[in-house]
């Protein structure tokens, strides 16, 4: 089996775990499993330790075989900076495709315009089935995201992800919102499979109470958290803002990415705005449930049809949701869902911190709410499930060529 994912462990936020997850199941399952993905960057967008100066590795992760390619690893976002990255990505892959013999069959998971391409390409090559899952769409995220660049970026963007596409076995989509905007691509709607993302993390075992105690954060005070990538498409500015209007509320912003200095240069002198660095798999789960509302926002130009993974995380630790996103995108639809949170608009600080204070304000609601993300978890997003539907899809794609 091959797989193709820029993102791979050690990356723990995004793309990477899913990517991982699937990996290493096919590996424990039997399988000679090798990966096709980039260095670790992500969310800081900066090379992980150890791999400053690194070119070309094989690596051997939890019984996978991990062929790593460098790129650039641009620190600031511009349709210029994304299109050197996707080139190089895709320019070493091609020079120096990984020495795997012929797969049985190629997953890609997209928005990664390269590794679609790449997976795509190898697949052709030996004749094997080709099936990319659809995380993302770059040419939606382009045109929304408020990039310089960003409208011709995206035009070039569904050029490259429509040939991807088209030329799949059957395509996989993370939520049912991307089956009409791939279908417009061109594929098959009978060729679209919904395979959802599963939550990753455990559920918290630590003492909440000795978590906050640890953590700085003051009994009754309250404390809402987001956690992931600061990118332009989160809008965390509106997090920001709320600090500044309520400086009885704890805002904490728990991750890295390309916009983490400019919050910080928005929120200088303000006490009660918090930057945490990513938490470490094992303690994550736990400072999640330390915190009396989990956030995800996004700008109000984005209609993002993807689920964050971060909300997977929210759901599984047990606190109620405040989403500050579009109604009709993939956050808005789960959320709705779950039941396990409430929505309000996006980039409004006066919304977002007025659901906070209804929450704190009532803890039972809080609880009902907060006691519904695992459920849903359970019932819809298990680790288990989750990877039954990726080996269905394989199968059924292996099954379609007789093979």
Excluded: C
């Excluded at 499993?33 to 670790?40: E, N, Q």
């Excluded at 697949?123 to 382009?142: E, F, G, K, N």
């Excluded at 500050?324 to 409430?342: I, L």
């Excluded at 929505?343 to 929450?359: G, K, M, T, W």
């Amino acid at each position: 089996m091959l797989l193709v994912s820029t993102n791979y462990a050690p990356e723990h936020t995004g793309i990477g775990p899913y990517a991982t997850g699937i990996a290493e199941h096919w590996a424990r399952s039997g399988h000679d499993t090798h990966v096709l993905a980039g260095l670790p960057h992500y969310p800081s967008w900066r090379l992980a330790p150890g791999y400053e100066g690194v070119w070309r590795t094989t690596e051997t992760r939890a019984g996978v075989t991990v062929h790593r390619r460098r790129h650039t690893v641009p620190a600031r976002q511009s349709a210029l900076r994304r299109a050197l990255f996707e080139g190089s990505i895709l320019a070493h892959g091609l020079a120096a495709p990984p020495r795997t013999g012929r797969p049985d069959a190629v997953l890609a998971q997209l928005p990664s315009l390269a590794g679609g391409v790449l997976g795509a390409r190898i697949a052709a090559r030996h004749r094997v089935p080709y099936v990319p899952v659809v995380q993302d769409l770059m040419a939606a995220a382009a045109a929304q995201s408020g990039i310089q660049g960003g409208g011709r970026a995206a035009a070039l963007a569904e050029r490259a992800e429509t040939w991807v596409l088209r030329r799949a076995t059957l395509v996989g989509v993370i939520h049912e919102t991307f089956v009409e905007r791939v279908t417009a691509m061109g594929v098959d709607p009978a060729r679209i499979r919904v395979v959802p993302n599963w939550s990753h993390i455990q559920a918290p075992s630590g003492d909440r109470e000795r978590t906050r105690a640890r953590l700085g954060w003051a009994p009754g005070q309250p404390v809402v958290l987001h956690s992931g990538n600061m990118g332009l498409k989160q809008g965390l500015e509106v997090l920001v803002d709320v600090a500044r209007r309520a400086p009885d509320v704890r805002v904490v912003l728990m991750g890295d990415g390309n916009q983490r200095e400019r919050l910080l240069q928005r929120g200088a002198g303000l006490p009660n705005l918090e930057f945490l660095p990513p938490a470490d798999d094992g303690d994550f789960p736990d400072v999640l449930a330390a915190a009396d509302v989990l956030a995800v926002t996004q700008r109000a130009s984005v209609l993002d049809m993807s689920v964050p993974s971060k909300l997977t995380s929210y759901f599984a630790a047990g606190r109620p949701v405040v989403a500050s996103v579009a109604a009709e995108g993939g956050t808005a639809r789960e959320v709705r869902r779950s039941g396990a949170g409430v929505l309000v608009e996006p980039e409004s600080p006066e919304q977002l911190l007025a659901a906070v204070r209804r929450l704190v304000e009532d803890p039972v609601r809080a609880g009902q709410l907060g006691e519904r993300g695992p459920r849903h978890v359970a019932t819809h997003l298990s680790r288990e499930a989750g990877l039954a539907r990726i080996d269905a899809l394989i199968d059924e794609a292996l099954g379609g060529l007789g093979t």
